[in-house]
């Protein structure tokens, strides 16, 4: 493993970072690629079909991050673990990451099913709210392979062990590919007639289930006391809590916006699905380098070192934000090419093609806010995040792409720009708050 406390410098710490977040990207781009993916081979079965799917993305990300981020809570114990040199402790934490994981999908998964069966009575078109509810009830199997793939991947990065992580993305893609078109479309040399967008939530499901496998057994048997220990989980939760709290604000503010698409028909919440599964592509790389720059914070605070610690974030939130400026780019110059990638109706290309150009917008700033969350994450500096999110979306942007929407009938439009908003006061915020805080040496959680 790498001797933190010689890695010294600027071009040091860039480097550090890229070796640390490529091979969390590919697994970030995992899940996203495989939505993408699935979203492409969906797009014969039409507009409602592929809304559905869209919407039901949301849904399941909207109620799953309440398990996510208590389970994230575990970062910066396994980093300034590490940090420390204590690693019997890290993998004590894994152990106790482990139960969180199997504890907090239970609830979450009852809700995700309470939700589907609500969905026909709540004004929706008749023909999304089945496709969407077909698609939860598939993917709803997966979250307890989630989980834990997100605890094991926190103690893997820490550990600097990122071959598992590697590993299971690849598979994970690779068998998702031939699956996925099988079970949503059909096959005549198999006899299979095809589930549809039911299809495509089981075939992720079982991507989950390989991905998470291949990181268990690339793990081993970690040390330290396996059996469940309520009193790190406590310690882990009042870290977890906020981020719960900070992603079900973030991911609820997304979840409104695309609810009041759909009240625009199918087509616009088509268009407005495949822009969002283009901004999560993008989006996923910065969640990785966010990631990677929890590890590095994280290990700096462990082994208190102050200029380490600043190093570590800022360089990961300039390298956020140089990665974003040129995504920016891509979506401003082809926004028409990328949404014809994921659809075929013109309407909803139509739809999709306006949205992407404001998805070009608001990238710099979702980039860095997602960045600099993760470095505030490493120093177990996780409240501030929640109220910046809370403020930020619901003080600023919710009320603007109201206005916007209805006000001067932007439509869709107006609802994204909102978006954009809110998470440009969210990155500001959140740069501000680790400047502040990085001045001096940061406590270990």
């Given at each position: 493993?790498?001797?933190?406390?010689?890695?010294?410098?600027?071009?040091?710490?860039?480097?550090?970072?890229?070796?640390?977040?490529?091979?969390?990207?590919?697994?970030?781009?995992?899940?996203?690629?495989?939505?993408?993916?699935?979203?492409?081979?969906?797009?014969?079965?039409?507009?409602?079909?592929?809304?559905?799917?869209?919407?039901?993305?949301?849904?399941?990300?909207?109620?799953?991050?309440?398990?996510?981020?208590?389970?994230?809570?575990?970062?910066?114990?396994?980093?300034?673990?590490?940090?420390?040199?204590?690693?019997?402790?890290?993998?004590?934490?894994?152990?106790?990451?482990?139960?969180?994981?199997?504890?907090?999908?239970?609830?979450?998964?009852?809700?995700?099913?309470?939700?589907?069966?609500?969905?026909?009575?709540?004004?929706?078109?008749?023909?999304?709210?089945?496709?969407?509810?077909?698609?939860?009830?598939?993917?709803?199997?997966?979250?307890?392979?989630?989980?834990?793939?997100?605890?094991?991947?926190?103690?893997?990065?820490?550990?600097?062990?990122?071959?598992?992580?590697?590993?299971?993305?690849?598979?994970?893609?690779?068998?998702?590919?031939?699956?996925?078109?099988?079970?949503?479309?059909?096959?005549?040399?198999?006899?299979?007639?095809?589930?549809?967008?039911?299809?495509?939530?089981?075939?992720?499901?079982?991507?989950?289930?390989?991905?998470?496998?291949?990181?268990?057994?690339?793990?081993?048997?970690?040390?330290?006391?396996h059996r469940l220990q309520w009193s790190t989980i406590r310690r882990a939760t009042r870290l977890g809590l906020p981020l719960s709290g900070q992603l079900f604000a973030e991911v609820g503010m997304f979840?409104?916006?695309?609810?009041?698409?759909?009240?625009?028909?199918?087509?616009?919440?088509?268009?407005?699905?495949?822009?969002?599964?283009?901004?999560?592509?993008?989006?996923?790389?910065?969640?990785?380098?966010?990631?990677?720059?929890?590890?590095?914070?994280?290990?700096?605070?462990?082994?208190?070192?102050?200029?380490?610690?600043?190093?570590?974030?800022?360089?990961?939130?300039?390298?956020?934000?140089?990665?974003?400026?040129?995504?920016?780019?891509?979506?401003?110059?082809?926004?028409?090419?990328?949404?014809?990638?994921?659809?075929?109706?013109?309407?909803?290309?139509?739809?999709?093609?306006?949205?992407?150009?404001?998805?070009?917008?608001?990238?710099?700033?979702?980039?860095?806010?997602?960045?600099?969350?993760?470095?505030?994450?490493?120093?177990?500096?996780?409240?501030?995040?929640?109220?910046?999110?809370?403020?930020?979306?619901?003080?600023?942007?919710?009320?603007?792409?109201?206005?916007?929407?209805?006000?001067?009938?932007?439509?869709?439009?107006?609802?994204?720009?909102?978006?954009?908003?809110?998470?440009?006061?969210?990155?500001?915020?959140?740069?501000?708050?680790?400047?502040?805080?990085?001045?001096?040496?940061?406590?270990?959680?």
């Amino acid at each position: 493993m790498t001797d933190d406390s010689a890695r010294t410098g600027l071009g040091a710490e860039l480097k550090a970072l890229l070796v640390l977040c490529a091979p969390l990207a590919l697994m970030e781009l995992s899940h996203s690629g495989i939505a993408a993916l699935n979203t492409a081979f969906a797009a014969p079965l039409g507009a409602v079909e592929q809304s559905g799917m869209g919407l039901g993305n949301v849904i399941l990300f909207s109620v799953t991050v309440l398990g996510l981020g208590l389970v994230l809570g575990f970062d910066a114990l396994f980093s300034q673990a590490f940090g420390a040199g204590e690693e019997d402790a890290a993998g004590h934490f894994a152990w106790q990451a482990a139960w969180t994981s199997l504890i907090a999908s239970l609830p979450v998964m009852g809700v995700l099913v309470g939700i589907a069966q609500l969905l026909p009575h709540i004004g929706l078109d008749p023909g999304t709210a089945d496709a969407t509810a077909r698609y939860v009830l598939a993917r709803t199997p997966a979250t307890i392979p989630f989980l834990i793939s997100i605890a094991a991947r926190g103690y893997l990065q820490a550990r600097g062990d990122l071959r598992p992580i590697l590993i299971g993305s690849v598979v994970s893609v690779v068998l998702n590919v031939p699956i996925a078109r099988v079970l949503i479309l059909g096959s005549e040399m198999l006899g299979f007639e095809g589930m549809g967008v039911a299809g495509a939530g089981w075939a992720s499901t079982l991507a989950a289930v390989v991905m998470t496998l291949v990181m268990l057994i690339g793990i081993g048997r970690p040390p330290g006391e396996h059996r469940l220990q309520w009193s790190t989980i406590r310690r882990a939760t009042r870290l977890g809590l906020p981020l719960s709290g900070q992603l079900f604000a973030e991911v609820g503010m997304f979840s409104l916006v695309t609810f009041l698409v759909g009240y625009f028909g199918p087509e616009a919440l088509t268009g407005h699905h495949i822009a969002l599964t283009l901004s999560s592509l993008t989006f996923q790389v910065t969640l990785a380098i966010g990631a990677a720059a929890s590890v590095r914070v994280g290990r700096a605070v462990g082994r208190s070192d102050v200029p380490g610690t600043r190093r570590a974030g800022f360089a990961a939130i300039g390298m956020g934000l140089a990665f974003m400026g040129v995504s920016s780019g891509v979506f401003w110059a082809f926004p028409a090419p990328l949404a014809e990638l994921l659809a075929d109706e013109a309407g909803a290309i139509v739809a999709a093609v306006s949205l992407i150009q404001v998805a070009a917008a608001f990238q710099l700033a979702d980039g860095v806010q997602a960045v600099a969350a993760g470095v505030l994450r490493g120093a177990g500096d996780t409240t501030p995040v929640f109220i910046a999110n809370v403020i930020g979306h619901y003080g600023l942007g919710l009320p603007i792409g109201l206005a916007l929407t209805y006000g001067l009938g932007m439509g869709p439009v107006g609802l994204w720009w909102g978006l954009s908003a809110g998470l440009a006061v969210v990155a500001c915020a959140l740069v501000w708050r680790f400047h502040r805080l990085s001045r001096k040496a940061i406590a270990r959680s």
